[in-house]
Nanobody, 124 residues
């Protein structure tokens, strides 16, 4: 049974930083790509960042490029999202997810397993 557990969310002022973590268990972590998605109140879930199985290939939504960095540790079975220069519009519940393949994807339908989410609130 695959489990994804996010941590690291919280309340931060605009311009601040947070680092989200997602610990995975239940199957061979380094076989699969990972992604981060977010959902703000009243809005649909949206893609944020993704990383392939090895960690050498990443992709971001335009609005977070240059501010967010996704990375993974295949020994610790953990994926991270470093978020810098946070803006109020980054406020959302952030979810990590795992695909069924090694290549990254920005499409939610490619992800088989999802965590419960962690709240990120950025005050102005």
């Amino acid at each position: 049974q695959v489990q994804l557990v996010e941590s690291g969310g919280g309340l931060v002022q605009a311009g601040g930083s947070l680092r989200l973590s997602c610990a995975a268990s239940g199957r061979t972590f380094n076989n699969y790509a990972m992604g981060w998605f977010r959902q703000a109140p009243g809005k649909e879930r949206e893609f944020v960042a993704t990383i392939n199985w090895s960690g050498f290939s990443t992709y971001y939504r335009d609005s977070v490029k240059g501010r967010f960095t996704i990375s993974r540790d295949n020994v610790k079975n953990t994926v991270y999202l470093q978020m810098n220069s946070l803006k109020p519009e980054d406020t959302a519940v952030y979810f990590c997810a795992q695909t069924g393949a090694g290549a990254w994807s920005s499409q939610g339908r490619e992800y088989r397993y999802w965590g419960q989410g962690t709240q990120v609130t950025v005050s102005s």
